[in-house]
């Protein structure tokens, strides 16, 4: 950040305050957001500091607060200049480096079982032979492999299919529960940049819907250059409010497109169960794919090995009937050929990663 303060009076000023206001949760990591000092008439000062975002969304910097006074003391006159800024901070990328970096240090495909999408057909890529049929091109002929078998063979090749996936961010109130910066919410927002940025990288086509009881954005599946700008925007505006309205939210997704897509839904499954079977079965019907990966709330909250006995008691509870709530979903959902997985912090981006390669090697969505 940088300040610059003009007099653009005839009069000197002796002593001058000036105070840069920024957000409660941003870190002042280098400098100081004030300066104290002395003006000339028509001179300017200025000062800088650098700040640290610790957490994405809409922020506004300022008021910034002035304040001269004479040479005693005595008197003073304060004046605040609201002309706030407003910054939109992106969601972190720290696990699309992490991944980045990684892959450099070995294939994907060992660190990650990549796999590709594959079906027989005019490719580059080599697979085998096969007996030649009637209306083959002769092109395809590979004469050495004949002569050796004494029969016509033709070669074969593989062609790489892409897949279209569109990424259901929950944003309800319930999805913010959690550490400051390790809610739900937060976690889902992680897989989902993380999600894109896999597909980009393998020519996929990847969406981005954020909803509660409304659709709150919704970037359409693409492989633009600037895809991964439009979803990261989507994204860092995400509140926690409301509530989940599954219909309403894959309703408008279905208006949106027609091409055949695997929609995973990064949901905590805390509201009723009923709408959200409705919703998967408009899944089905429109000829979708879906699977839910759930947050776990108590997994994402205080360990139970920092409560008393029995607040101990009273978790331990709670997460028996939550999990058993879970598994009647579970069950309830598998009747439509759709998966719930429950995660926690741990495993959440992990488990991201492994399913869209389960996606790639099943061939699910393709376009």
Not at 337 to 350: C, K, W
Request: charged share 25%.
């Amino acid at each position: 950040m940088r300040v610059t303060i003009h007099n653009r009076s005839n009069r000197h000023f002796d002593f001058i305050e000036c105070h840069d206001l920024y957000p409660e949760t941003w870190v002042l990591a280098i400098g100081e957001n004030f300066i104290a000092s002395r003006i000339e008439p028509g001179d300017s000062i200025t000062f800088s500091y650098i700040l640290q975002v610790r957490m994405r969304g809409r922020y506004e910097l300022g008021p910034t607060e002035v304040i001269l006074r004479d040479r005693l003391g005595l008197h003073y006159y304060k004046r605040t200049l609201r002309a706030p800024t407003e910054i939109l901070v992106y969601p972190t990328y720290k696990d699309v480096r992490r991944l980045e970096a990684l892959g450099k240090q070995r294939q994907l495909g060992l660190m990650f079982g990549a796999h590709r999408t594959k079906t027989v057909g005019m490719g580059t890529d080599f697979t085998g032979f096969r007996e030649y049929v009637p209306g083959d091109a002769f092109r395809l002929i590979d004469w050495k492999a004949s002569a050796r078998r004494g029969d016509l063979v033709v070669k074969q090749y593989e062609m790489e299919k892409n897949i279209q996936i569109i990424c259901m961010v929950d944003s309800s109130g319930s999805m913010g529960n959690g550490y400051p910066e390790n809610t739900k919410l937060e976690y889902a927002i992680r897989a989902a940049v993380l999600l894109t940025h896999m597909g980009l990288e393998r020519k996929d086509l990847v969406g981005t819907c954020v909803f509660s009881d409304r659709v709150h954005a919704y970037v359409p599946p693409s492989a633009s250059p600037g895809h991964m700008y439009a979803v990261l925007e989507a994204l860092a505006m995400a509140e926690p409010r409301g509530w989940s309205d599954y219909e309403g939210a894959i309703g408008y997704v279905c208006k949106q497109t027609r091409k055949r897509s695997l929609v995973i839904w990064l949901t905590d499954l805390e509201e009723s169960p009923a709408p959200l079977i409705n919703a998967m079965k408009t899944v089905v019907a429109n000829g979708h794919r879906a699977m839910i990966i759930s947050p776990f709330g108590p997994w994402f909250e205080a360990p139970v090995g920092q409560f008393g006995p029995l607040e101990k008691v009273l978790a331990e509870a709670v997460s028996e009937e939550l999990w058993e709530r879970r598994a009647k979903i579970g069950r309830a959902l598998a009747r439509f050929g759709i998966s719930v997985v429950n995660v926690g912090p741990e495993d959440f981006l992990p488990t991201i990663m492994k399913q869209y390669e389960l996606a790639k090697k099943k061939g699910v969505a393709m376009l």
